[in-house]
């Protein structure tokens, strides 16, 4: 795994951007981050930091659950896409892979795939060879893709949601938590396809994950999310050594292990920057 | 065989037809409840507007005359022209599609995201504004509607089928408007069939109806696919109204047919187009020959209710219907 970014072509970049759902309730407080062409970044933090919202804040599906961007700009590839519909953003490159899988229960799995590239218009013969391409990636999809989605098991879930996304010829994925409920072994497998998928096939992906070990090893740049806020960044490798990663997040530290009482206390008296 | 038999069996078929008609309202109301969670209330209204809107084209009337001949004191009612009954459908379609049109953009956009209960109450708003509308736009008054079909009996059928059971039996009787109605709305449905398994819209229909959020993020613009599934749903309406309007005449009852599609509904699951065929048949055998063996022994009228309680039934051991959507769960 690489220390850094791949390259310094900056693709997405989030600055500053305030997030309030229902008018009352701030999420972001003023978010930055920038997603560069070929990396693999991770937005780490635990419940409710607010990573699910930075990505759908990028993503534009806020709307439909009553949130807003209420400061700071979205820019992919330099132009603002703040107010760009998600099908716009498909367009252009930019899917989101949602929380909890979210596939379509009553199609097949290849159906569900099928519809990924809803926003292509480059013809049948090249969504076919895409399809070909997703089954490589993932040989159990292939196995199971007349079986309707809704009875496969949560990794397969998780596969048609990364195989749906991919279906769309996109240049950046926005992954929302693809370890969420699965098995280890599971979950190791799905983040090498990501990595596969990212040095075979040149995705970027802004990675959202509570799984801070996983996330660290294969991303190459990381950022901690806590209460809306990102309070630290840097390259995945020198997160891993960072004490305090190590210790919040991690579960590590210098002294041993430490009773979670006494790591709750030490985070109270600590506060991140500032 | 006696007569009896052949009455019985001529009771089924009649059944089978009025199943049919039932099923044309059901059709519609499906094709909105499965893409977007929306029980349509309007659906029976939108076929009532249908078939005066396709009989205001179809002979010419001026719309809105009552209002502009108030307003500028003229005396304007007919165009004086009077289209023919194809043309007259395609344009009406086209009027339904630019209706569906424009309720997205003014009631299910701004309500985009709201609990279903809201959707509902909004398409309750919609039932009662498009009937004023409808008779502020082409009057009140009963019309008929002619669009060419066949009426009346088929003397065919019953010629030949009269020698099959005796002295006292004359053949079946079988209208041929219910015939037409019923060859109709079985195209309908493998057209609808076919629409929704094996194109990429309709793919994206049934990706909608599974999870909003999902067919947002893979890019497809669910305004889009609503505006698809209204139009679709006002060109059923549209059938449906033609189908008893050229029975029933065009009146205000036409819109309570409506009613007629609930039990339909939750015999064949709201989820289900072939559902809500074989929903319809069953409730239209069911209540005719519940009449024809059972009626005169408690006094009749029992088609009033049948349904409703053969629906009940349903609600109580099979609450998503016949072939509703399996209520997949994973434990």
């Known amino acids: 795994m690489l220390d850094a970014a791949k390259t310094d072509e900056t693709l997405l970049e989030v600055n500053n951007i305030e997030v309030i759902y229902n008018h009352v309730i701030l999420v972001l407080k003023g978010v930055s981050l920038r997603v560069p062409k070929g990396g693999i970044t991770a937005l780490l ?29 979205i820019a992919y590839r330099g132009t603002d896409v703040g107010n760009l519909s998600p099908t716009d953003l498909v367009k252009r490159g930019v899917i989101q ?77 926005l992954l929302d938590e693809p370890s969420m409920g699965l098995a280890p072994q599971l979950v190791e497998e799905i983040f090498n396809i990501v990595k596969d998928l990212n040095e075979k096939e040149g995705v970027s992906f802004l990675l959202a994950e509570q799984n801070t070990n996983v996330a660290l090893r294969f991303a190459h740049y990381g950022y901690i999310l806590e209460s809306g806020r990102i309070v630290m960044d840097g390259p995945a490798a020198e997160l891993r050594e960072n004490p305090d990663v190590k210790e919040f997040y991690l579960g590590m530290s210098d002294e041993g292990r430490k009773s979670f009482r006494d790591v709750r206390s030490y985070r109270r008296r600590k506060r991140w920057l500032s | 065989m006696g007569a009896q038999f052949y009455y019985t069996i001529e009771v089924f078929l009649n059944g089978l037809m009025a199943g049919v008609m039932y099923a044309l309202v059901a059709l519609g109301f499906v094709l909105i409840f499965k893409s977007s969670g929306i029980f349509n209330y309007a659906q029976g209204v939108m076929a009532l507007f249908a078939a005066q809107t396709l009989v205001g084209i179809q002979t010419g009337l001026v719309p809105f005359s009552h209002l502009i001949n108030a307003a500028l004191g003229t005396d304007v009612h007919h165009f004086g022209w009077h289209i023919p009954g194809i043309l007259s459908i395609l344009l009406t379609t086209l009027v339904m599609i630019g209706f569906a049109w424009v309720v997205i953009k003014l009631v299910l956009k701004p309500l985009a995201g709201q609990e279903p209960i809201i959707l509902f109450m909004a398409t309750i708003g919609l039932a009662y504004f498009m009937e004023g509308f409808g008779d502020l736009m082409w009057g009140s008054d009963i019309k008929k509607l002619d669009v060419g079909l066949p009426q009346g009996g088929n003397f065919a059928i019953e010629e030949a089928t009269a020698s099959l059971g005796g002295p006292d039996f004359y053949g079946f009787y079988l209208d041929n408007l219910d015939i037409w109605a019923a060859v109709i709305a079985t195209l309908l449905v493998v057209a609808l069939t076919l629409f929704s398994q094996y194109t990429a819209t309709g793919r994206a229909l049934r990706a909608v109806a599974d999870d909003h959020q999902a067919a947002l993020s893979v890019g497809i613009n669910l305004e889009k696919i609503w505006v698809v599934v209204w139009g679709v749903a006002g060109f059923v309406a549209l059938v449906a109204g033609i189908m008893w309007g050229s029975k029933l005449g065009v009146q205000f009852s036409l819109s309570l047919i409506a009613l007629k599609a609930l039990p339909v509904l939750m015999l064949g699951g709201f989820t289900s187009i072939p559902g809500a065929i074989v929903g319809g048949l069953i409730i239209g055998v069911g209540e005719k020959l519940f009449e024809f063996a059972i009626g005169p022994m408690i006094g009749g009228a029992t088609e009033n209710w049948f349904a409703y309680v053969l629906a009940l039934i349903f609600l109580v051991f099979r609450p998503q219907g016949l072939f509703g959507d399996k209520i997949i769960e994973r434990v």
């Open chain 1, 45 to 73: 933090g635990g419940n409710g930091a607010g990573k699910t919202t930075t990505l759908k804040a990028i993503s534009n599906l806020l709307h439909s659950e009553r949130g807003e961007i209420t400061k700071g700009s």
């Open chain 1, 97 to 173: 892979v949602m929380e909890g899988r979210h596939c379509f229960e009553h199609l097949t799995v290849e159906e569900n795939l099928l519809t990924g590239a809803y926003t292509r218009k480059d013809g049948k013969a090249k969504v076919a060879e895409d399809l070909e391409l997703v089954y490589s990636y993932f040989p159990r999809l292939a196995e199971r893709k007349r079986s309707l989605a809704g009875y496969t098991s949560g990794g397969e879930q998780q596969m048609v949601a990364i195989g749906r996304a991919l279906m769309s010829r996109p240049e950046t994925i």
